[in-house]
């Protein structure tokens, strides 16, 4: 399994503090000065949402379409 | 054109015969990456495959063949939009780099005033934005409407005596609302000003004809003409060109660099040569002049005419929809074959895109388009965003029909 690419580690960082969250509350956080130090991707998000569909592929994290939208959380043991 | 004869258009598009999972590909994107003829992919494969030499330098059978070839690329695109010269056609990597080009080439005395809009893409602002910074230049933004339609009496009060340059997108990417571009220019050149109009999303779905809209620099990204990636022309008028400085040097910008009393002194061709420093993408330029003369033997008025038909289907599948609003003006007239959207039930446009693609096989973009101002002029963060489907030459109605079949079944399963 390669090497996590840095928007992914942003996403897992953000997902292990939170319980569900949406892909806009992801985003937000993504620009919060606490994850400023792993997150650094674009403003428009685009290359967080791709990391975080590569991390579902890999089997770290869950995401279901609800109201609203998708709801992303990480697999915990 | 007949549905045949586009189905046929169709057809030469290679990547559009896969399947994903099943699914034919959607493929609603082309605003940011037309895919490519095989007409395009011939011409490329065909230089690697039969003169992969210099053009220009070496004086061999490959050499020549590869000369021909690339000059007759730079005679296709000028063809294309009409400039009156081909050697008015710079070749450079896209559309962004010839509009860093302008800003960083035109002479503009101290003091100065470079107008730009709300509605740029962050290609044909930055530039200008880092420019004035540099040369103590004032920047003058001007605010287009929420549809992404300008009031023409904001321009004639923005443009003054002391505008020296202007920067205007001719076609948005996020609105596709189309810009009054003679009228622009002929304020601008009222009051002694050049226009650099970022033809980026007009070239590759409307007639471009330099010469009647008089504008005095273009920028294109050829990518998005069905053409390869990495390559970009900036179109300027011969006198101008001239007078601007070099952007970058080096070698096949010079006719002659002597060295005098310990003293390194060049002079440099005049453009396009002085433009295209080093080793040029020879194959790009070719796959350039390739896309060009595709896109003329169909016509560019058939085009502009297809995608407005399809865009209408798709426009009124959105209304219809509900709780879906569409960027830009409801007269298809003003309008690029685009349509960016928001929907109230999804929080995310990322998560439409998602949507589509996972279960339809459709690909559209989302995100701010890397039009950052103009989302912030209409409130929308950006990690909410807005949603983009846009139509190219090989789209037919079934396309369109699967798009707006995902987006009612989004809204379904979201509400």
């Known amino acids: 399994m390669s090497t996590l690419s840095r928007n992914a580690q942003c996403v897992l960082k953000i997902l292990e503090a939170g319980s569900l969250l949406t892909t806009s509350m992801i985003l937000e956080l993504a620009r919060r000065a606490e994850y400023a130090a792993i997150c650094k991707g674009c403003a428009g998000g685009d290359t967080f949402v791709i990391a975080a569909n590569q991390l579902v592929e890999r089997g770290l994290i869950t995401r279901k379409l609800g109201k609203g939208g998708y709801h992303w959380q990480i697999v915990r043991g | 054109m007949d549905d045949r004869q586009w189905a046929r258009v169709r057809s030469d598009f290679p990547v559009l015969k896969r399947k994903i999972n099943g699914r034919p590909i959607v493929y609603l994107d082309s605003a940011c990456m037309a895919l490519k003829p095989r007409q395009v992919i011939s011409a490329m494969n065909e230089y690697y495959e039969q003169f992969p030499a210099c053009a220009g330098r070496s004086i061999h059978r ?159 990204s050829v990518h998005k003409m069905c053409g390869p990636t990495g390559m970009g022309v900036l179109y300027g008028k011969m006198d101008l060109l001239e007078s601007m400085d070099m952007f970058l040097v080096g070698g096949n910008t010079v006719s002659d660099v002597k060295f005098e009393d310990g003293r390194i002194v060049p002079s440099y061709l005049p453009p396009p040569q002085k433009f295209e420093a080093g080793l040029q993408n020879y194959a790009g330029a070719i796959g350039a002049g390739a896309a060009a003369e595709y896109l003329q033997k169909i016509g560019m008025h058939e085009v502009e005419k297809r995608e407005r038909q399809l865009l209408r289907i798709m426009l009124e599948g959105l209304k219809e929809l509900g709780p879906v609003h569409v960027l830009g003006p409801d007269d298809l007239n003003l309008r690029t074959g685009l349509a960016t959207f928001v929907i109230d039930t999804v929080e995310s446009a990322h998560d439409i895109a998602t949507f589509l693609n996972d279960r339809y096989a459709v690909m559209i973009r989302s995100g701010w388009h890397c039009v950052g101002p103009f989302h912030y002029q209409l409130g929308i963060p950006p990690s909410k965003g807005t949603a983009r489907a846009s139509i190219y030459i090989y789209n037919n109605e079934t396309d369109i029909s699967t798009f707006l079949r995902g987006l009612r079944a989004l809204v379904e399963q979201t509400s």
């Open chain 2, 62 to 220: 490959l050499g020549e063949e590869a000369s021909n070839a690339y000059s007759e690329a730079r005679e296709k695109f000028a063809r294309f939009i009409n400039a009156a010269k081909p050697g008015e056609c710079i070749w450079t990597r896209n559309a962004t780099e010839s509009l860093n080009l302008v800003a960083n080439s035109v002479r503009i005395p101290k003091g100065s005033k470079i107008v730009t809009t709300s509605l740029e893409h962050h290609s044909g602002s930055l530039p200008f934005v880092e420019r004035a910074k540099k040369s103590g230049l004032k920047l003058e933004v001007i605010k287009a409407r929420d549809d992404g339609t300008f009031d023409i009496e904001d321009w004639k009060r923005a443009l003054d005596s002391t505008t020296k340059l202007v920067s205007i997108v001719h076609s948005s990417n996020v609105t596709g609302t189309l810009a009054p571009l003679k009228e622009i220019v002929e304020i601008a050149h009222d009051r002694g000003a050049v226009v650099v109009s970022d033809d980026a999303q007009y070239a590759p779905h409307h007639p471009l004809d330099v010469q009647h809209l008089d504008v005095d620099l273009s920028a294109i």
